[in-house]
């Protein structure tokens, strides 16, 4: 392989890097972008699109479907990370091109999907149950239940590992405008 520092793809080689840490931590670690506590034990949620665990009164809550899409989510984002170090790379070799338009936009697509599923989640959550449920913050809300009134805080709030998504996201998507400048030197 013929490496040239010059002609490398940096945006695109960090951007691949960084997707690889997010998927090993998601994957491994379970780190949630977003969480929701609602409640001392009452209701706890990690969300991402790459895992997630709910708990609802001590007691884990599954659902399979959930778990292939974030195995699909996780999949996807391992073979752009992978397509676009080697891009990154080699970025001058004739397959570099496809490389690219295969991985730069699947990071800005995944978490793009990802804030529009949880506000719709949120959204939908709250007109069912009648109360606001924060994406960030806190919020106080009660619930009735027939006679049985309960109070409760809802603390939510995105994580660093939302943030590395998207610094993930907006570094494959430069790598793709900084591919000029790599082709003509």
């Given at each position: 392989m013929d490496f040239?520092?010059?002609?490398?793809n940096w945006f695109g080689l960090v951007g691949s890097i960084v997707t690889i840490v997010l998927v090993v931590l998601s994957v491994t670690l379970a780190s949630p972008w977003w969480q929701l506590t609602a409640g001392q034990e009452l209701l706890q949620v990690d969300y991402s699109p790459l895992s997630y665990n709910i708990r609802f009164m001590g007691s884990q809550v599954s659902a399979p479907i959930v778990w292939f899409i974030n195995l699909a989510a996780q999949?996807?984002?391992l073979s752009c990370a992978i397509a676009m170090l080697i891009y990154s790379v080699l970025p001058n070799k004739t397959y570099s091109k496809s490389?690219?338009?295969?991985?730069?936009?699947?990071?800005?697509i995944v978490v793009v999907i990802f804030a529009v599923s949880l506000f719709a989640i949120t959204y939908v959550a709250g007109m069912l149950l009648g109360i606001n449920v924060p994406l960030a913050g806190s919020a106080d809300v009660s619930l009735t239940f027939g006679a049985v009134a309960l109070e409760l805080s809802l603390v939510a709030g995105f994580t660093w590992v939302f943030w590395l998504a998207v610094v993930s996201a907006g570094l494959c998507f430069v790598a793709r405008f900084y591919h000029r400048k790599v082709s003509l030197t």
């Open positions: 040239n520092l010059k002609r490398m999949l996807s984002l490389l690219l338009n295969f991985a730069y936009k699947k990071p800005l």
